[in-house]
């Protein structure tokens, strides 16, 4: 969607999608905005609890029935499992994406990751499709006026033109982007000091990953550390994704993950907003 400030001003029920890096601030924006009274809709929570919950368990499960004790307790049906898995802690959707490398190391087989990683690109396209029907349940049901889409770092490398359509023609999209070495810099730190799983397009996982293997005189990804091969392949994700996002800028609106940071409460998100709407006429 696009407007002049004036039509931003009178829109009643406002609808925002936050894009950008992982760390950039989306989620930080989307907490405090819940705080005060918008409908916070995590695309990460709705793939967890919906698309892949099966799938997760069913992980859990085959983890827990290579423990002998576990295992006679499940095939009796003496215990069960189940998900927790909260907006602001979403461990089981990353631990079903996994990080690429040694299975003794914690890191899951290519085949198995690819496996993953297709799995978790399907389920979040069918999340963001779940966006309309959210806006209209956190009004009708729930009694929220504004409502907030909190998308993962990967929408822009879905390759789902109708995702994106979808979002411009249902909220506002609004562009958090890193526009300093600085800043650059202290989210590549960030997430290399704690590598955690990502999603990868299948063609830059496997070009990165055969220059991974060459680097390091390497022959096969299940010779790879783990999180050595994540903390290294980030800053390549980060660069790789930033013309993706600035695409999808075109059809919406823009600030810098500074401006971001600045925000307190909703008077400041609304006037933030109004900031990149006035840039953008």
């Given at each position: 969607?696009k407007?002049t400030?004036?039509?931003?001003?009178?829109?009643?029920?406002?609808?925002?999608?936050?894009?950008?890096?992982?760390?950039?601030?989306?989620?930080?924006?989307?907490?405090?905005?819940?705080?005060?009274?918008?409908?916070?809709?995590?695309?990460?929570?709705r793939?967890?609890?919906?698309?892949?919950?099966?799938?997760?368990?069913?992980?859990?499960?085959?983890?827990?029935?290579r423990v002998?004790?576990?295992?006679?307790?499940?095939r009796?049906?003496?215990?069960?499992?189940?998900?927790?898995?909260?907006?602001?802690?979403?461990?089981?959707?990353?631990?079903?994406?996994?990080?690429?490398?040694?299975?003794?190391?914690?890191?899951v087989?290519?085949?198995?990751?690819?496996n993953?990683?297709?799995?978790?690109r399907?389920?979040?396209?069918?999340?963001?499709?779940?966006?309309?029907?959210?806006i209209?349940?956190?009004q009708?049901?729930?009694?929220?006026?504004?409502?907030?889409?909190?998308?993962?770092?990967?929408?822009?490398e879905?390759?789902?033109?109708?995702?994106?359509?979808?979002?411009?023609?249902?909220?506002l999209?609004?562009?958090?982007?890193?526009?300093?070495?600085?800043?650059?810099?202290?989210?590549?730190?960030?997430?290399?000091?704690?590598?955690?799983?990502?999603?990868?397009?299948?063609?830059?996982?496997?070009?990165?990953?055969?220059?991974?293997?060459r680097?390091?005189?390497?022959?096969?990804?299940?010779q790879?550390?783990?999180?050595?091969?994540?903390?290294?392949?980030?800053?390549?994700?980060?660069?790789s994704?930033?013309?993706?996002?600035?695409?999808?800028?075109?059809?919406g609106?823009?600030?810098?993950?500074?401006?971001?940071?600045?925000?307190?409460?909703?008077?400041?998100?609304?006037?933030?907003?109004?900031?990149?709407?006035?840039?953008?006429?």
């Amino acid at each position: 969607m696009k407007f002049t400030v004036e039509e931003f001003r009178r829109w009643p029920t406002k609808r925002v999608t936050l894009l950008g890096m992982s760390g950039v601030g989306k989620t930080y924006l989307s907490d405090m905005l819940r705080k005060h009274h918008w409908f916070h809709y995590s695309g990460d929570y709705r793939i967890g609890t919906r698309y892949l919950d099966e799938e997760i368990l069913d992980l859990i499960k085959q983890q827990a029935m290579r423990v002998p004790f576990l295992k006679q307790l499940l095939r009796n049906d003496w215990i069960y499992i189940r998900n927790n898995i909260k907006v602001s802690d979403l461990g089981p959707v990353l631990s079903f994406v996994g990080k690429l490398g040694n299975p003794e190391a914690g890191g899951v087989p290519l085949e198995d990751f690819q496996n993953r990683q297709a799995k978790y690109r399907e389920a979040e396209i069918a999340a963001m499709h779940d966006v309309p029907a959210f806006i209209e349940k956190a009004q009708q049901i729930y009694g929220y006026q504004h409502f907030v889409n909190d998308v993962g770092g990967s929408l822009c490398e879905l390759d789902d033109p109708g995702v994106i359509e979808l979002l411009v023609e249902q909220t506002l999209m609004l562009y958090i982007q890193v526009t300093d070495e600085e800043e650059e810099q202290k989210l590549i730190t960030r997430a290399q000091s704690d590598p955690k799983p990502l999603y990868y397009r299948s063609d830059f996982l496997l070009e990165q990953l055969a220059a991974y293997l060459r680097e390091n005189k390497l022959e096969y990804a299940a010779q790879m550390d783990p999180d050595a091969f994540t903390r290294w392949v980030f800053p390549r994700l980060f660069h790789s994704r930033v013309p993706r996002y600035e695409a999808i800028a075109e059809r919406g609106y823009r600030v810098t993950s500074r401006e971001a940071s600045q925000v307190r409460d909703e008077q400041d998100f609304l006037g933030l907003l109004e900031t990149a709407i006035a840039r953008g006429q």
